[in-house]
């Protein structure tokens, strides 16, 4: 799975620490970006959930309303905000480039979160306050990024976080207060960035013990997130949407490898391990 073309944004050359919220309030009309190429992804999460069945699906009793309001919120988004992409012919949503059509879930069904999030490229998360944290009760999760979904499900934010060195310290109170403070209706944007081996939209935690050929062709790994929260249920959506870039079309953007590099040598200790650079550098070095 390749992505083209290059974005205007590369998440890497606005900071390069880890370590940072990179949050960007954005008009609601943005909550998504357009997919043209949703063929792609759709196939994508068909086969995933085939294959690994609760491990990319999965939901808690109480996240029912939410995925209710969620399905029915997202139909509203594509068809207002994404006409030229979106339109809906009789009881059936339509992706006008392609011309596939999707069953629309009706008001009181059960995971609706599924269903619905085959309209779209993005992965789609239901937060919800439990005992005053916000813990994720529901995901469609077919790309991720290096992390379990059964390990997650029913875990506040914090824990959620837990692998990532030093975030408690850094940046949990932060999130939470920031979660606490969203308004309904309002859209926050962030994006993180990663290195791969392959093009997979996948990424399930793998063994990094022996580290790659310096031949390897390596990966620009994207994660947009767009955060949303719902009015009636006030739970908090995150719609994560992966982009994938050989890492050598980055010459495109001036200054972006050598950014990249930048970047990677600026990782404190833990984050490099966290990143696995051991794995990636000798591959990484005939960048940069």
């Known amino acids: 799975m390749i992505n083209y073309p290059l974005p205007a944004k590369l998440p890497h050359m606005h900071t390069n620490s880890v370590l940072h919220m990179g949050m960007q309030t954005v008009p609601q009309s943005c909550w998504l970006e357009s997919c043209v190429d949703l063929e792609v992804y759709h196939s994508h999460k068909l086969q995933v959930r085939k294959n690994y069945g609760q491990k990319v699906f999965a939901s808690l009793t109480d996240s029912q309303p939410p995925q209710q309001e969620l399905a029915a919120l997202l139909r509203q988004h594509l068809l207002h905000d994404h006409a030229q992409v979106y339109g809906q012919m009789g009881d059936r949503l339509v992706h006008l480039p392609s011309g596939m059509r ?3 879930p009706i008001t009181d069904s059960l995971d609706s979160l599924w269903p619905a999030s085959l309209w779209v490229a993005d992965d789609l998360l239901i937060m919800q306050p439990v005992d005053g944290q916000y813990c994720l009760t529901a995901a469609s999760l077919c790309s991720p990024s290096s992390w379990h979904l059964h390990d997650k499900l029913g875990q506040p934010m914090a824990r959620i976080h837990d692998p990532v060195p030093d975030i408690h310290q850094q940046l949990t109170p932060k999130i939470d207060q920031f979660l606490n403070n969203m ?12 290195l791969q081996e392959t093009q997979d939209l996948a990424r ?3 063994s990094t013990a022996s580290p790659l050929a310096p031949s390897t062709p390596l990966f620009y790994r994207m994660e947009r997130q767009g955060l949303l929260r719902l009015p009636e249920t006030q739970a908090i959506v995150f719609a994560i949407r992966i982009y994938i870039y050989p890492l050598e079309s980055l010459g495109q953007i001036v200054g972006a490898l050598t950014g990249l590099r930048t970047a990677v040598d600026m990782l404190s200790p833990a984050l490099w391990d966290y990143k696995n650079m051991d794995f990636y550098a000798p591959a990484l070095a005939k960048y940069c």
């Open 102 to 104: 999707f069953d629309i």
């Open 183 to 194: 308004a309904t209706g309002q859209v926050v944007e962030r994006r993180n960035w990663s």
């Open 204 to 206: 399930f935690p793998q």
